[in-house]
């Protein structure tokens, strides 16, 4: 266990300064070390949610038992995981600090403050995650339901959407094509991945117990339903962050007046016709 959690300490800070250096070579941002941390943290994450993913993936397909086949990857990959939680809330700061070191003079104290106060839903669901969720899936656990630990790392697959849509939000390519598709399948992944997954994974017990859907929360213990509650709630919340967001923007392009055509463009467009001493 230790080794595997070595190298996750190692493995996604050394990918974030691989990737910060290799974005600083190329010319958009050479000489932009804000931008290029900032993306660079994006694409850890993203990196990050696409092995979790495949390992979710991999996990869940091969137990048909959802309560007694284990799988290596499930415990593997959890501890493998730890350490990114503890490096993204640094690398949370990292982007928070660069996008408000201009505007705000105040010191660092108080800049870490604001950090707390912006991201503290977020932060509070990476301790969690490794105080709670950590000891829980690799001891408490002792083997069993890896079906379910494998549904739970899918739930990253929504992320490199969203980590796609701050990068263009970032560069002011919120009202192009891309920004819009990517949100489409942001929100379809989010809802899918995140929201769906709880019903899911009480329907897929239920199956295994012969219980309906409605009658599973009534046969788990209380401590069963309050982490899936716990888990859930920031879900919920940003997903309806999500939503007012792709509303607004929304909004802004149905009430945004067409483009004007100059004059001269118009004279242009129009047919030339022949003079009588032509």
Known sequence: MVLVLAAGSLFFPGLFLLARAGLRG????????????????????SIQAVLASTAGYIVASSCKDVIEDQHWLAPTYTRFAVPYFIYDI????????????VKEHSGGCDLFKGYLYKEFLMVLHH????????????????????????CMLMAELSTPFVCLGKVLIQYKKQHT?????????????????RLLL????YWVYGQRVGLPLYK????????YNLGAAILMAPQVYWFYLICRRAYSLFRQSMMSPPPKMDIRHLTALQPKTRTAHS
């Open 26 to 45: 190329i010319p958009t941002f050479r000489g932009d070390q804000p931008n290029a941390d900032i993306v660079a943290a994006r694409l850890v994450s």
């Open 216 to 223: 599973v929360p009534f046969s788990l213990s209380a401590e």
């Open 90 to 101: 640094y690398a949370m700061y990292l982007c928070y600090w660069h996008k408000h070191k």
């Open 198 to 201: 709880f019903p899911y994974m």
């Open 127 to 150: 301790v969690f995650m490794v105080l709670v969720c950590f000891p829980v899936s690799v001891l408490w656990r002792e083997g069993k339901g890896d079906f379910f630990l494998g």
């Open 177 to 193: 094509l891309l920004h819009r598709v990517n949100g489409v399948v942001m929100l379809v992944t989010f809802f899918c991945c």
